[in-house]
């Protein structure tokens, strides 16, 4: 039997900003409704002075599954709010819950209940009043007593949709295997735990920020000669800038956006008019004064500071959270980009920092000390893998050429000094450190099969300016030395495209297999026998980025979003995206099962983030020993990594 819930809150925390971990244990938090249902019965709704449902006591006390959207939230209700109103609550254990949102990015669909439904075109839908009611109450802690009576009839048909739409989504959707369930519950625990930050260090980082922004703000002013304020003045900003600029230069600032060209200045579209050999100084003094300015910085030690619980960060991780690939996500913090680059003396900075010095080079310096940020006098130690994806894609392939460049990693041969040595035709020993960054750009970006955009793309992040001629020759001399890569791309195609053809039947493409139910759903099996999933999948003619027509796998793309009045988009799969999908996923299964033995082996893990899994203590040998064991599945796949250990989170 499974218990379907959700509730209806006020508090006077501000949810999106503090997080769902402040929100439950702040003492004003308090119950709306709760609207329930157990299997497929009609919900009912329970209001705070009513006598609490016997049946779900009971559910709770002998562990029966609780399936909510987002069931973190719920949890934390229950455990929190919940069990002050209800006396002598039984508290479930993290394992009942049944994540419905992460159940749906398991199959590529989108975490939000709303989006979810429209998507899928269930026809049980959130009650559309729901947002009008949490900002007029919810949000500003209105007791239920001084709501109109109407508006509480809405509010509990408004948390009975929730249930409604949340069961509607279900029915489409394969349960989750046990391990899987497991595996969110471990990384429910990790949540639990939280993140131990350095909070004063935090706080005066956001002092000090303030001050940053006046500054560039002034000096902004005087460079554009009164025409500009501040960063953030989007209009006056183009007015100036724009007029200086070439056409080449435009377009390395211009993105689509719905068809229409836009002006982006976000930090990659920035780098790359930072990096044009003809830029006016004038141009290139603004774009220091933005970076100045430190945003994403400070919007890092803003989540800190806000979402702190006794000197710990809980619920940073996200699992599934990146969909269709069942890759972690973060949220609040977004610990998946911190700037790897950190100081490796952070001390002095730090106390400078606190003790309100000024720092050399603003922007960069906080932003190179967010990582030590992360900091406990227990100590903390982390392990990464190195080139985990890069191993993975050859191994994925099973070929000749496959397996020759898996020997590389086996025999300890640099792949980046390889491509290095084969683009400029130098001897292996001769290739210099400019040349190998030039090595690993080829490698991160083409792995995917991407072209020379995504080359350019690449080294636009490494302070690389590529013309395209020169990128183009990048390009081919990649893939003359990496054939099994557009080799197993096409067979992933291939492979696909059969089973779409022929339901119920399995296709292989090196170690990955594809079968189409017939229905709504092309399954990918991956090596874990984990699957990954593709909603109302079809074969049908495409117009290629280059002009031409091609048949092509094409399915519901849960990552994206409808114009007003539009159908759910689809997106157009290919040999790139079926290998970017393939290989993401097989490590994040290793990441998976890595995390799993780390938690059984009796280790605090306070973090994980792609390739990489950091505990409180030191623990560097038993943590790299259980780092470096594989899967049995993954048998034959070469693995490496290091790491290190510290007070605060370093690299």
Not at 194 to 206: E, K
Not at 379 to 401: K, Q
Not at 526 to 543: D, G, K
Request: glycine content about 8%.
């Amino acid at each position: 039997m499974i218990l379907s819930l959700d509730f209806e809150t006020r508090s006077e925390v501000h949810l999106p900003s503090e997080g769902a971990y402040r929100y439950a244990l702040h003492s004003s938090t308090y119950i709306y409704n709760l609207a329930y249902a157990f299997d497929d019965d009609e919900p009912k709704v329970w209001h705070p002075g009513e006598k609490f449902p016997e049946s779900i006591a009971i559910h709770f006390a002998e562990g029966g599954d609780i399936a909510a959207w987002s069931a973190q939230f719920e949890r934390l209700i229950i455990t929190h709010v919940l069990s002050r109103i209800v006396p002598n609550l039984p508290i479930p254990d993290v394992q009942q819950y049944y994540c419905s949102a992460a159940r749906a990015a398991a199959h590529g669909l989108p975490r939000s209940l709303e989006n979810c439904t429209r998507a899928i075109g269930t026809g049980a839908y959130k009650n559309p009043e729901g947002r009008r009611l949490i900002r007029d109450y919810c949000s500003l802690n209105i007791l239920w007593e001084h709501i109109p009576e109407a508006d509480q009839d809405l509010m509990d048909l408004y948390a009975i949709s929730d249930v409604n739409a949340e069961r509607s989504v279900t029915q489409v959707l394969r349960e989750l295997a046990d391990n899987e369930r497991y595996e969110y519950a471990v990384n429910e625990h990790i949540n639990d735990y939280g993140v131990p930050v350095d909070l004063p260090m935090a706080r005066a980082a956001l002092e000090y920020a303030s001050e940053v922004r006046a500054d560039v703000d002034a000096k902004m002013l005087k460079l554009t000669c009164g025409q500009v304020a501040s960063t953030r003045d989007r209009k006056s900003r183009d007015a100036w800038l724009l007029p200086m600029l070439n056409a080449e230069q435009i377009k390395l600032i211009t993105r689509k956006a719905d068809g229409v060209d836009k002006i982006s200045f976000d930090q990659d579209h920035r780098e790359a008019l930072a990096l044009h050999p003809d830029l006016p100084q004038a141009v290139g003094d603004y774009i220091k004064l933005v970076d100045e300015a430190g945003g994403a910085t400070i919007a890092k030690y803003t989540g800190i500071s806000n979402r702190a619980v006794d000197g710990r960060v809980p619920g940073t991780l996200i699992w599934n959270g990146a969909g269709q690939t069942g890759r972690f996500s973060s949220t609040g913090l977004q610990m998946h980009n911190l700037r790897r680059d950190s100081i490796e003396n952070p001390e002095p900075v730090i106390q400078d920092l606190i003790e309100g010095y000024e720092l050399p080079d603003v922007t960069t310096t906080l932003a190179r000390l967010v990582r030590s940020t992360i900091f406990t006098p227990n100590g903390l130690t982390w392990f990464d893998w190195s080139s985990i994806e890069g191993r993975v894609a050859p191994w994925l392939a099973d070929s000749a050429p496959g397996r020759a460049k898996l020997e590389l990693y086996t025999s300890g041969t640099d792949p980046y000094v390889v491509n290095a040595a084969s683009y400029f035709n130098v001897d292996y020993c001769s290739v210099t450190k400019r040349q190998r960054q030039m090595g690993k750009v080829q490698e991160l970006s083409l792995q995917f099969l991407g072209g020379k955009g995504a080359l350019k793309l690449m080294a636009r992040n490494y302070k690389i300016h590529l013309d395209d001629d020169q990128a183009q020759r990048m390009v081919d001399s990649w893939r003359n030395a990496n054939p099994w890569a557009r080799t197993f791309g096409d067979d992933l195609d291939v492979a696909a495209m059969s089973a779409v053809a022929n339901p119920k039947s399995w296709y292989a493409a090196g170690r990955i297999r594809y079968c189409y139910d017939g229905g709504d759903w092309l399954w990918c099996q991956l090596p874990s026998e984990r699957l990954l999933a593709y909603f109302q999948p079809r074969r049908e003619f495409v117009v290629t980025p280059w002009g031409s027509e091609n048949l092509a796998v094409t399915c519901l793309w849960g990552a994206g979003k409808p114009k007003v009045g539009e159908d759910w988009p689809r997106r157009d799969m290919h040999g790139g995206i079926f290998l970017e999908n393939v290989v993401q996923a097989v490590a994040a299964d290793i990441l998976r099962e890595a995390i799993i033995r780390v938690d059984d082996a009796g280790l605090d893990i306070v973090l994980h983030v792609h390739d990489e899994v950091v505990v409180e203590g030191y623990h560097l040998d038993q943590l790299s020993e259980l780092m470096l064991t594989m899967p049995a599945w993954a048998d034959g796949l070469p693995i490496s990594g290091d790491g290190g250990t510290g007070t605060r989170y370093g690299k």
